[in-house]
């Protein structure tokens, strides 16, 4: 886990900077245009992120973050090199793994900030219902 994790941060087990480093990261990837090879690449990141974040890896969310920027680096193509060396947008394929992701990050956002009424400090629901 990052140094900086707060308590609240790992109630998910993984913390609110690699969620919101992984968002970002997803959001950057799409509106990539890479060779057909980086995108299969890539969907093998993003198999793995998930997977990571299912688990609330935070470590894992943290490497499969890197690795996506790195493979989200265009290539440029060599000269010649014949079909897949043109740079396309992304498959639909990789459209839904990040949707899928973006969908669990969030969701474990939400389910870490529930908000609850706790006026005794001891983590017990008094029945009381806090206004949102």
Do not use: C, F
């Not at 609110?16 to 992984?22: G, I, K, P």
């Not at 959001?27 to 998930?50: C, F, G, K, N, Y």
């Not at 079909?83 to 969908?103: A, D, F, I, Q, W």
Request: aromatic share 2%.
């Amino acid at each position: 886990m990052h140094p900086q994790a707060s308590a609240d941060d790992r109630q998910s087990g993984i913390t609110a900077e690699a969620r919101n480093d992984l968002l970002g990261t997803l959001d950057a990837v799409v509106r990539q245009r890479l060779l057909s090879e980086q995108w299969e690449d890539i969907l093998t990141v993003l198999e793995r992120a998930s997977a990571a974040v299912d688990a609330g890896n935070d470590a894992g969310v943290y490497a499969a973050t890197g690795a996506l920027q790195l493979l989200g680096t265009p290539r440029t193509p060599r000269i010649g090199s014949g079909e897949g060396s043109t740079p396309v947008e992304p498959p639909p394929k990789v459209h839904e793994r990040t949707n899928y992701l973006k969908h669990s990050l969030r969701s474990q956002e939400t389910r870490g900030a529930a908000p609850r009424d706790d006026a005794h400090g001891d983590g017990r629901d008094d029945g009381r219902r806090t206004s949102s």
